[in-house]
């Protein structure tokens, strides 16, 4: 390997932390509780900037939390599919 190879591979590297974190965040029964974290997180910086909490606000943060919990189902279902490819 040359030094030009080496850093076209650290370059790209950055590419995937972003997506081995989500996976291994989601992925396993800590996802829910990492999922609330960070929602949690996320409403109480935005609320904290406007200072004042609409009703609107609990429903965005049903429907944030709805979208996840569909995304998490995909993830593990299309995971299960893998599986059965693989042992097929």
């Known amino acids: 390997m040359t030094n030009a190879d080496i850093c076209s591979m650290v370059e790209d590297a950055w590419l995937l932390i972003p997506f081995i974190l989500g996976f291994l965040a989601f992925r396993g029964p800590m996802g829910g509780v990492f999922e609330s974290l960070f929602v949690r997180a996320l409403w109480s910086t935005s609320a904290s900037s406007r200072k004042e909490s609409t009703p609107s606000d609990d ?22 599919a893998a599986q059965e490819v693989v042992l097929a």
């Open 59 to 80: 429903d965005c943060h049903d429907t944030l939390r709805a979208e996840l919990s569909v995304l998490r189902q995909e993830m593990k279902r299309e995971r299960l």
